[in-house]
């Protein structure tokens, strides 16, 4: 008999064993759980080339260093994409590889909507958690797709625009220049759903608060700032006598406006406001030939989409209350730029 009860005893225990381990395996949230575990996390990159992308990722890897020292936890982290934005193939083909690699989230920005949609759809059905940051499915926080995806922090591009119009008009205070007439040209680097906004949104202020100035069509340079200084370059010999200056409405194409203002000699009397902020775009303002950057928190963007990445996968659900975030630019000029919170913005590190 004392043998038949030992042997149920046994056979409790580890049933309990069992039991635990069962329990553990559907409640990664607690953290006795959660320690010494590893989660597989890819960023795809619409550049690896790009200053603007590397920020963002600097931010990701800031979050990954502060999660795994405060959770214990393991980030198994990587970074695929093509050189260039331009490359839309380039791009999916490495969505399509990421999902490939089965890992337990996803962190990417999309300049192609279209192809992107069911790539995103591909990896919500298989489980992935699924981050987007600055470039989403939609136009900012239209919730276009949100089903496919977790979360979305962006910068509004319709803000940026408003931003760089008020800091146009500022620096033509600043120059002692007449809103009365002029023409103000208008250039971006690809015709896009969500980026559109960018120059909309400066139209439409510009249209408000200084009416008598006249906005060139925007012409598109595919991305290549070769064909940006081209594109400025034609502006400035058609506009001659009355223009004012250029809006450029990414770091691509402000680079190239930047050469092209450089090479004209164009700083005194001109206004130009770039967005996003690269090594370029930074000597040209101090230099006098660039007066604004529109500058997003790209490290802030990429710091925010790993850390709901990592907290939605080790407490199970998304800790967001909103679905997108936005996160707000500022503007940088020559006044402010040696900030450190500027310079921090600018050029974010790893601490």
């Not at 939609?138 to 931003?163: K, L, P, Q, R, V």
């Not at 004209?264 to 206004?271: E, L, Q, R, S, T």
């Amino acid at each position: 008999m004392k043998k038949i009860l030992a042997l149920i005893l046994a056979l409790v225990m580890v049933a309990a064993l069992f039991a635990g381990c069962a329990k553990d395996e559907k409640n990664p949230a607690d953290d006795s759980n959660t320690d010494g575990k590893t989660y597989k996390i890819i960023y795809v990159t619409p550049s690896t080339a790009s200053d603007f992308w590397s920020q963002v990722e600097t931010g990701i890897k800031q979050a990954t260093k502060d999660y795994e020292a405060k959770l214990g936890i393991k980030i198994d982290y990587s970074v695929m994409g093509p050189a260039q934005e331009a490359d839309a193939e380039g791009y999916v083909k490495a969505f399509e590889n990421a999902i490939a690699a089965k890992p337990d989230a996803i962190l990417t920005a999309t300049l192609n909507i279209d192809p992107t949609v069911p790539k995103a759809k591909e990896a919500h059905d298989q489980g992935i958690v699924l981050n987007f940051v600055n470039c989403g499915l939609g136009n900012g926080n239209d919730g276009a797709y949100a089903e496919y995806y977790n979360e979305f922090y962006y910068c509004s591009n319709t803000t940026i625009g408003e931003m760089a119009a008020q800091a146009f008009l500022d620096a033509m205070k600043a120059e002692n220049l007449s809103t009365d007439a002029g023409v103000i040209g208008m250039q971006m680097n690809m015709e896009n759903a969500a980026l559109d906004f960018r120059m909309q949104g400066f139209a439409d202020y510009m249209a408000k608060e200084a009416p008598a100035l006249k906005l060139t069509d925007i012409q598109y340079n595919g991305n290549d700032s070769a064909d940006a200084q081209a594109d400025a370059e034609g502006t400035i010999s058609a506009h001659s006598s009355d223009l004012i200056g250029i809006y450029a409405g990414n770091n691509v194409t402000c680079d190239g406006v930047c050469a092209a203002l450089r090479n004209a000699d164009m700083k005194d009397g001109v206004v130009s406001v770039g967005v996003d902020s690269d090594d370029i775009e930074i000597a040209a303002l101090r230099d006098g030939y660039l007066s604004a950057i529109i500058v997003q928190d790209a490290f802030t963007q990429g710091y925010k989409t790993m850390e709901n990445a990592i907290l939605t996968l080790t407490e199970g659900k998304n800790p967001e209350a909103e679905q997108q975030v936005n996160i707000p630019p500022v503007i940088v000029t020559a006044e402010n730029i040696d900030s450190d919170e500027i310079q921090f913005m600018m050029s974010p590190y790893v601490k």
